[in-house]
C-alpha cells in the first residue's frame, strides 16, 4: 500500500505499549527526476531528498534489541547510493520505471524488505515502512502488506 502523507513524527509500534522512534535515515539527499503525469514528462529538476524507514515486530532479542539498525543503516545507503547526486530517470529500475516519490518509496521497502530478511528473522521483525521526502510536506509512504504482528503467520512458525 502506498499513501501520502504530512510530515509529521513517527513511530513504530513494538507491542500496543511499547514504542521505539524511528531515525531518519537520509540516503538520497540530492537528486534530479522527471515525472510522467497524465501522459506528458515533466521538466528534470532535483530534490533534496530524505528516506526514513520503520522496522516493526513484537519481541525483542536477548539484548533488549528489535533488530541492528546498523545493519538497516547500511542496506539503506547501499539501496540509495546509485541516485545521490544523479538523475533517477538514468539509474535502474527507475530508468524504466516512472520515478514517483511513492514508486521509490516502494522500492526502498521492497528492497530493503529483501536485503534484511535475515537480519530481522531471528526477532520476526520486519520492514514496516518506507517514506521518501522529495520537498517539505511532499511525503510518499509505502507500507508492504504484512500478516499482523504476532499474527496467524507468527503462529505457524
Request: proline share 9%; net charge negative; with cysteine.
Amino acid at each position: 500500500e502506498v499513501t501520502q502523507q504530512s510530515v509529521g513524527v513517527e513511530t513504530v509500534t513494538l507491542h500496543p505499549h511499547h514504542h521505539l522512534p524511528v531515525v531518519p535515515m537520509d540516503g538520497l539527499s540530492h537528486a534530479a527526476h522527471a515525472i510522467v503525469m497524465g501522459g506528458v514528462r515533466e521538466p528534470i529538476h532535483g530534490h533534496n531528498w530524505e528516506v526514513v524507514v520503520g522496522v516493526e515486530g513484537d519481541r525483542l532479542d536477548a539484548d533488549g534489541l528489535l533488530c541492528d539498525f546498523h545493519a538497516v543503516e547500511v542496506a539503506l545507503a547501499s539501496i540509495v547510493a546509485p541516485f545521490h547526486n544523479r538523475s533517477l530517470n538514468d539509474v535502474p529500475p527507475f530508468d524504466v520505471v516512472n520515478p514517483t516519490a511513492e514508486l521509490v518509496a516502494r522500492h526502498v521497502v521492497e528492497e530493503l524488505s529483501r536485503r534484511l530478511r535475515h537480519v530481522l528473522a531471528p526477532t520476526g521483525a520486519r520492514v514496516a515502512f518506507a517514506s521518501v521526502t522529495e520537498a517539505p510536506g511532499c511525503v510518499a509512504t509505502c507500507r508492504p502488506p504484512h500478516p499482523p504482528v504476532g499474527g496467524a503467520a507468527a503462529d505457524a512458525r
